[in-house]
């Protein structure tokens, strides 16, 4: 089957985040793209998503986000099932999450992170210690 424009610039972007590549990553955002890791507030612009976006980058030693489900909706929407895995002090730190991504060509106008935050903490916790 045949993927979309859409779907791959969401498999790109993913890409920039295995490859740990923050500037490439940054690259798909703009001063009106919109991140709402849903558990967290919400944040526009191209600064503010590098202020979040930092954190996660800084969280460990590589990245995998490992993707289960893509799938694009009627209005153009990508729809993510992943597994986003962290290692970090020798451990790999996973998280669960269903992301939705809104596109304007090479642009990600909206997108929309949803986790369970008493796990991410939880789990977390387990591994830092």
Not at 30 to 52: C, E, L, Q
């Amino acid at each position: 089957m045949a993927m979309s424009a859409n779907i791959d610039v969401v498999q790109d972007f993913i890409a920039a985040w295995n490859a740990q590549d923050f500037e490439r990553m940054l690259g798909f955002f703009d001063d009106t793209s919109f991140y709402h890791n849903i558990p967290m507030d919400p944040v526009t612009g191209k600064d503010a998503i590098r202020g979040i976006l930092e954190g996660f980058f800084n969280m460990g030693q590589e990245i995998d986000w490992v993707v289960h489900s893509i799938a694009e909706a009627a209005d153009g929407t990508v729809l993510t099932e992943r597994t986003d895995r962290f290692l970090m002090n020798g451990n790999w730190f996973e998280l669960r999450v269903m992301g939705a991504f809104e596109l304007d060509g090479t642009t990600i106008r909206a997108w929309r992170d949803y986790f369970c935050m008493k796990r991410f903490e939880t789990d977390l916790a387990a591994v830092n210690a």
